[in-house]
Each structure stands twice: as structure tokens, then as C-alpha cells.
């Protein structure tokens, strides 16, 4: 048959996304992909450049995405259908253009890990991710703000006289623009997927890119790559060069050797072809390889420890079998960014199918060996001439005009594109996907003034602030008004000027007294050490949401989470406690909060209250990869219990609590040892 796309509809058990938090992402959240300096002197050279290269702040201007919850019921998922007779892949436009399922219809073999739901968890560098199928993590370190948005796609003319789909978006969390192409060449059995990142600002930008599969992971499982060492990071935050296959008495190339959570990025020869396969017992898997400019390579393992397992069922439902990840990146490892210069693009192809190997090699104890059968079935199957054929003659094509759009992403890379002038053939931004979200930011654009507030009344949602040099240029002119000043405060404290983000929010206060500007003065108050002034601005804070009409719940829930923090964090544990219960109810049984509420009472004295949140058991929806909290609050109250009120907590009592009150299953999530 000859290659189709079609659309369809794919219907899983689904927890809604449910509202964006409607408080600026000031800070970062908690990142675990760092390093500190002294690690950083180890490495080579452009390793060690390009990790200190422009680290995010914060992941200003897009939202955090913390809404949703552990409910699912069955929910229509749109999606694209790629399919000839040897391969069917299918797309999912509306979550980050995830490929969901590359199935090899010869074999009836499922060559990914396809999660048989959608169970949003805090991994992405905005919130929401889901586990499973291949991502295109783009942005900065770690799973892209685009995880679970919508992409643009439409059909396009392929190289060979078919269709091919294209997925473009405009990222925000560095102002570029990218697409991916997804061509299945008749009779093929590999996909191809032509990726370009282009600049066109007349600045450098720090580019990050990594390709993420998601494949089956079991007993022997293995995952081949062609290189003999590799960088370890674990969740203590330490990179290491280490050997491959061998490392500390185990094999770590099979992921369900390791105890924690941990990433190999392979140590590729400069020479060498770039790819990673992962392959079963029976010598069969997936295997992905590219052109040469994605050099990068590697495992990301969850291991076989209690922590590792957790997640792997948190993800996922009960009965699902484990997986592993299997990724290539523009750098050798994810912590690391590459500039482009201002007007060029970073291209390159990637292909993505079956591989079959004899086992009795890739299982065997000589590692060469292993390497070897790959390689030579490798390029049986996908010669590296014919790749970078299909990279030479995708290339033309990449410039060619969207035909029937398929899917619609958001409408700020049409904003950027009007205030830009930018021409950026193969990826319209269209005039006629502008929504709401940009309305306020066009009348800037268009007059030099941002839109007022009404007059006295605080708006329920501040809307999204633009924080780049151009959007802050535009504010800085715009007359002063509470609206401006707010959204002016937020670029200059993405910007680093604190001092002028200060004074912006308190003008926008003698404006307008809104919540808004209070809780960013508050933030501000905290990063400075006044924690009693930061806890009264978001008391007053909580005073004006919940006094004004329609209060929605998100404000309540991001507003409230934040203040109780910030009574605790004054020592002033009765009035989070009061506050605690004046949230309506259904709020008060969410996990965040029935977490808090176990802090709060422990930080009154009363320890078995607190103790008793723990015994009757909660989920935090929104727990953040490598966050310990539920751990840490469970041994704060465990070492009180055993100390007793008032008495000092000494290391004895530490181990005792250990002891005496190990940790349930339910809350272990540590990605690290104790």
C-alpha cells in the first residue's frame, strides 16, 4: 500500500489537564539536572561550556501546568495515523506531538512502551508529562514546557511524491521556532522524522534538544550503543565518566541492573555512527540512529530499587509492565546547551524501526562483540548512505508550504511572528490563530499601550506575561497603569532586575490593589529574607481572591498552597492552620494540602494529628520528580514521636525513627539513597 496519513481518534483513561496555575512561574521549580561548580571543573572543556550556558531561571513566560489530578476516565485523544504496509505510527498533535505507537505490522510487534493511559505527573519543566511513546524535548534541560500542548500539523509533500505530516510550534522558553517532519517512505520499515530549530533573531540562542523513547523494559532487556564509557548522573547530582558495559561489579546496560533512578549519556567517538538500540532476550527491539548532527546518546533507567518502581506504577495502572528510555541529543549529555547563531538552523534526520539481532551476541559477555552484531544489522537494515540520502533529499522539502491543516498549536508564535516581521517558510504562524491569551499583547503591539484593568476591579486571571527584550522594551513605554506594571515587574524579574521588579509591582499596587501584584511582592519579599512581611502581602493576597465574585478554584489552590508555605516558613503555624480551614472543602481532601496540613500540625506540636494525615492515606497529584517532601515530613513526625515533645532529635533518635517507623510504599518516591 502506499503510505496514508489519516486522522483518528484514540480513546484512553484520562486525567484532565484541568486549569493553568494563574501565578507566575518566578522561581524555578525544583530542577534535579544540576551541577555545582566543583563538578563542573572535572569535565572537558566544551562539556563544562556548555553546561554554565544560559541555565533557565525560571520558565517564564508559559504557565505552570499543576491543575489535574489522579481521576481518569475514558477521553477521546485526537490523532494522526502515518501508515504503509510495514509500519503504522500514531501521533498525538495535541500533546506535544507525542508518537504514541510505531507498531512493525510484519511481526505485530509494538516497538515502543505505549502507556495504556493518560496520567499527567509533575516531570515536565512546567508540570504536566505523561510517560510513553517517543517526545521531542526541546527548550532547555529537562522534559519540554510542550509535553502536554497543542502543535500545529498539517500534510506536506514528501520527498518521494507522498505525504508526509509536519508538527511546528513556537517555543517560548527561548523564542524559536522548530518543526518535525515525520515522512514513512513506501515499503519502509524505518520512519523518518526531519527536525529543524531555526533563529531568526539577531542574537546567539541556547538550543537543547533530545529525542526521548520510551521502550519496554524487562529482565533482559538490553540497551546497545557504540561506546565504551559513558557520563552517570544520578539524582545526588553528580556526573561521572564511568565504563561501559561494567561499572562498579554490574552491567548497567541492562536497565533493571541498577537500584535508583540514574542517566548514562554514552561517550560517542567523534567517528563513530550515532545510535541506540534496545533489544529483548530474543534479540528483538527498536533501534533509533540519525545523521551525524545529533551526536548524543542515551539510558535513562529507573532501576529496580522501591523508589524507581513507585513512579514506574505512579505513571501508569496497576499491572502495566515497566519501561525504560532510550534518547538522542543535539549535546553528549542533557545538561548541557548549544548556542545557535543568530539567523541559522540546527537540522538534522533522525529514523526510528525494527531491529533483530542474534541473541546469543547482544547477550554475550564480549561487549565489542555485542556492538558489532548490532552495528552490522544496523546497516543491513538502515544503511548510513541511505539516511543521509533521506536527510539530503528531505532537506528541499522542509521549506515546503503547509497543505490541509490537521491539528492547531497556540497563537504565540503568530504574535511573535507580527511583532517580528519574521518569514519562516514551511512553518506559518497564522494571523487566524490568535486568541484571547495574545489579544492584550496585539493592543501593545498595535497602540504602545498594554489594556487597562477595569477600574477598581481586580480581573479573576492576570493573564500571561511576555518576558523577552522586546515585549519589556514595549512595557517600559506603555503608560503606567496596574496591568502594565504588573507584566512589566515580571519581565524585569525574569530579566534579573529585582530592584526595578520590585518597584513596578508597587506602582502597580497604588494603581490598583490586586492579589496579583501582592503575591509577586511577596516572592520578592521571601528571595530578600522577610518572611513575616511575604506571609502578611499573601494573607492580604488571599483576602481579595476569595472576596471577589466567582473566585475560581486554581487561584484558591495556588494562592492558598503558597501562603501556608509562607505562614510556616514565618513561624507562624496557627494562623496556616486557620487558613487551612477556611478553604472549601473539596480543596481541603486534595493531596497538597492534606500534605500541608500534616506540616502545619506538626509545626503546632501536634504530632499524632499528624501522624494520623499520614495513616489515612493521601496522593500529591502534583508531586515533582525527585521531591522529597512526603519522606521528609513522614521522618520529621516519625523523629518526634520517638523523641517526645520537646526533647532534642539526636542522631540516636534518627536511626530508632528509621527503625521503628519505616516508610510506607504508598509514600516512597526517593530517586536517591536514604
Known sequence: MATTVRRTTLTLPTAPLGPENPLPALRLPREV?????????????????????E????????????????????????ALVIENDRLRATVLPGLGGRVYSLHHKPTGRELLYRNPVMQPADFALNGAWFSGGIEWNVGATGHTTLACAPLHAARVPAPDGGEMVRLWEWERLRDLPFQVDLWLPDDSDFLYVGVRIRNPHHRTAPVYWWSNIAVPEGEDTRVLAP???????????????????EWDGTDRTYPLHGAYPADYFYDLPRDARPWIAS?????????????????????????AGPGGRRWQRWLTEPGTAGYAEIQAGLARTQLEHVPLEAGEEFA?????????????????????????????RLESAAPRAAVAAAYAAWRPYADAEPGERLATGSGWGALEAERGGYRLPGTPFDPDTLGEPQEPWRGLLRTGAFPAWEAGKSPADPGCSLVSPAWRD????????????YHLGVAQWHAGDRAQATRSWERS?????????????????????????????????????LGADGVEAAVEVALG????????????????????GALRPSLRELGRFRLLMAQVLLARGDTGAARAVFDEGFEVADLREGDETLSDTWYAIAERLVAGDGAPVTDDVRERARAEHPLPERYEFRMRPA
Open 561 to 580: 498552597r503558597e501562603t501556608v508555605v509562607a505562614l510556616l516558613a514565618a513561624g507562624r503555624a496557627e494562623e496556616a492552620h486557620t487558613l487551612l
Open 509 to 545: 499596587l497604588r494603581c490598583m490593589e490586586t492579589p496579583w501584584a501582592l503575591r509577586c511582592l511577596a516572592v520578592a519579599d521571601t528571595d530578600a529574607g522577610h518572611r513575616a512581611r511575604a506571609a502578611d502581602r499573601l494573607l492580604r493576597a488571599m483576602d481579595l481572591a
Open 279 to 303: 533489544l529483548d532476550g530474543t534479540g528483538h527491539g527498536l533501534v533509533q540512529t540519525s545523521t551525524d548532527g545529533l551526536r548524543g546518546r542515551k539510558l535513562f533507567l529507573w532501576g
Open 55 to 78: 541555565p533557565l531561571s525560571s520558565v517564564l513566560p508559559v504557565r505552570l501546568r499543576d491543575g489535574y489530578g489522579r481521576g481518569r476516565a475514558p477521553a477521546g485523544l485526537d
Open 474 to 485: 514595549l512595557l517600559e513605554a506603555a503608560p503606567s497603569t496596574a496591568a502594565a506594571e
Open 348 to 376: 538534522w534526520l533522525e529514523a526510528y524501526g525494527p531491529l533483530s539481532a542474534d541473541p546469543a551476541a547482544v547477550h554475550g559477555e564480549d561487549w565489542a562483540a555485542a556492538r558489532r552484531e548490532v552495528e552490522t
Open 33 to 53: 539536572h544540576r551541577i555545582d561548580e566543583h563538578t563542573r571543573a572535572t569535565l572537558p572543556a566544551e562539556m563544562a561550556r556548555q553546561t554554565a550556558y
Open 227 to 245: 561506546a565504551d564509557a559513558a557520563w552517570h548522573f544520578g539524582y545526588s547530582r553528580t556526573l561521572r565518566h564511568v565504563p561501559v558495559p
